[in-house]
């Protein structure tokens, strides 16, 4: 749950407990985990992005989605081994360190992602966009530490 900070001049300040705090990030990890497996072979990133690239078309969304060679390919498998990994790390040992490190990563991505938009690439890249950002700014929210959740 969420508690207001009760002292000084950080009144205003909201602190999630820890609890909920790690639910985030595993959330954040299971949520990469279901997204970017198929990324980390080269039979399921070609199929996904066929997916991806008929589901653009079907919708009729502004941008382009190149044909997919050998390099591209690559890339995706090394991002979505990486990603797998990492997910992996978060859902086996979540902590505060590891949820602001996923945080930076997540505006990272967003910032890559709004990039490749501007550049001319499909406008399907926004909505992983959108959920980047949404986890990105909640595990860059205060967290109660333990010396404050004994004062309360």
Request: glycine residues 8%; contains cysteine; negative net charge.
């Amino acid at each position: 749950m969420v508690e207001t900070c009760g002292f000084n001049d950080n009144s205003w300040m909201i602190l999630m407990k820890q609890l909920r705090y790690l639910t985030i990030v595993r959330a954040s990890a299971w949520y990469d985990l279901l997204v970017t497996w198929p990324f980390a072979m080269p039979w399921t990133f070609v199929w996904l992005y066929g997916s991806l690239t008929a589901l653009a078309q079907s919708l009729g969304l502004p941008g382009t989605v190149h044909p997919l060679d050998a390099s591209h390919v690559m890339f995706a498998n090394l991002m979505g081994s990486v990603v797998v990994v990492w997910s992996l790390a978060r859902v086996l040992t979540p902590s505060v360190l590891l949820g602001r490190l996923d945080g930076i990563a997540r505006f990272l991505f967003a910032a890559w992602q709004v990039n490749a938009f501007l550049a001319g690439a499909s406008a399907i890249v926004l909505g992983f966009t959108l959920i980047e950002l949404v986890f990105g700014v909640l595990q860059f929210l205060p967290v109660e530490d333990k010396a404050t959740a004994l004062e309360g």
